[in-house]
């Protein structure tokens, strides 16, 4: 933490380390014990708002916790995965499986996340697609911790040494390493509890975003 109080994520992988901006502090004329919560949720959800619109690219982090990502339906072009670790502000490490999708669809998104605060556990939910449209995003990448789902691959090679992977140009591990790839793949009742994710032009058509006290999570 900053001596203004700003924190940053963290993520490492096999090609190098990238910083995320630090969130902008928030202004409040409510009770003292809100302060510690509102502005970090005001943040993200002018974050989901901007990225509605394809201005910017999505990048979710929960500091210390992970989060909740699931869709009736996934699909891709390309697909390359192997293992990672995703770094947090405070300074931990987590051991994920990078998935990186070359040119992702979904029919509809919901993404949650429970935030400990003063006054309570808080759940941020965002929710996308369905009757409004797919969710798209060109080069999708999730920190994910765990996947569930019914899953179709198309050319598919499990093993690959994570230093040859070619599916998703610019993702390659270490030497070595574990890797899986596939020319095409589709997930159908996608369930992931993930550190990090980031897509590159990133559309969420109907976006809706609620903030709630011991609110409902994506499942």
């Given at each position: 933490m900053s001596e203004t109080g700003e924190t940053s994520?963290?993520?490492?992988?096999?090609t190098g380390t990238t910083g995320r901006p630090a969130r902008p502090r928030g202004r409040t004329n409510w009770r003292r014990s809100a302060v510690v919560a509102v502005p970090a949720l005001l943040a993200v959800g002018a974050m989901a708002s901007v990225m509605a619109q394809g201005a910017l690219a999505a990048s979710f982090a929960a500091s210390g916790s992970h989060f909740q990502v699931g869709s009736s339906e996934l699909s891709s072009k390309g697909l390359a995965s192997h293992v990672d670790v995703a770094r947090s502000a405070d300074g931990g490490g987590h051991p994920v499986s990078?998935?990186?999708?070359?040119?992702?669809?979904?029919?509809?998104?919901?993404?949650?996340?429970?935030?400990?605060?003063?006054?309570?556990?808080?759940?941020?939910r965002l929710r996308a697609g369905g009757d409004a449209g797919p969710v798209t995003a060109g080069k999708l990448f999730i920190d994910a911790e765990s996947l569930d789902g019914d899953a179709r691959?198309?050319?598919?090679?499990?093993g690959r040494d994570a230093s040859r992977l070619t599916q998703v140009p610019g993702v390659r591990g270490p030497r070595?390493?574990?890797?899986?790839?596939?020319?095409?793949?589709?997930?159908?009742?996608?369930?992931s509890q993930a550190w990090s994710a980031t897509g590159g032009d990133?559309?969420?058509?109907?976006l809706k975003l609620d903030v709630a006290l011991d609110g409902e999570r994506c499942f």
């Amino acid at each position: 933490m900053s001596e203004t109080g700003e924190t940053s994520d963290t993520h490492e992988n096999g090609t190098g380390t990238t910083g995320r901006p630090a969130r902008p502090r928030g202004r409040t004329n409510w009770r003292r014990s809100a302060v510690v919560a509102v502005p970090a949720l005001l943040a993200v959800g002018a974050m989901a708002s901007v990225m509605a619109q394809g201005a910017l690219a999505a990048s979710f982090a929960a500091s210390g916790s992970h989060f909740q990502v699931g869709s009736s339906e996934l699909s891709s072009k390309g697909l390359a995965s192997h293992v990672d670790v995703a770094r947090s502000a405070d300074g931990g490490g987590h051991p994920v499986s990078l998935l990186a999708l070359d040119s992702a669809k979904l029919a509809d998104i919901c993404q949650s996340a429970q935030v400990k605060t003063p006054l309570g556990p808080v759940t941020f939910r965002l929710r996308a697609g369905g009757d409004a449209g797919p969710v798209t995003a060109g080069k999708l990448f999730i920190d994910a911790e765990s996947l569930d789902g019914d899953a179709r691959f198309g050319t598919a090679e499990i093993g690959r040494d994570a230093s040859r992977l070619t599916q998703v140009p610019g993702v390659r591990g270490p030497r070595g390493a574990f890797g899986l790839q596939a020319g095409e793949v589709s997930v159908r009742d996608v369930r992931s509890q993930a550190w990090s994710a980031t897509g590159g032009d990133f559309r969420l058509k109907g976006l809706k975003l609620d903030v709630a006290l011991d609110g409902e999570r994506c499942f």
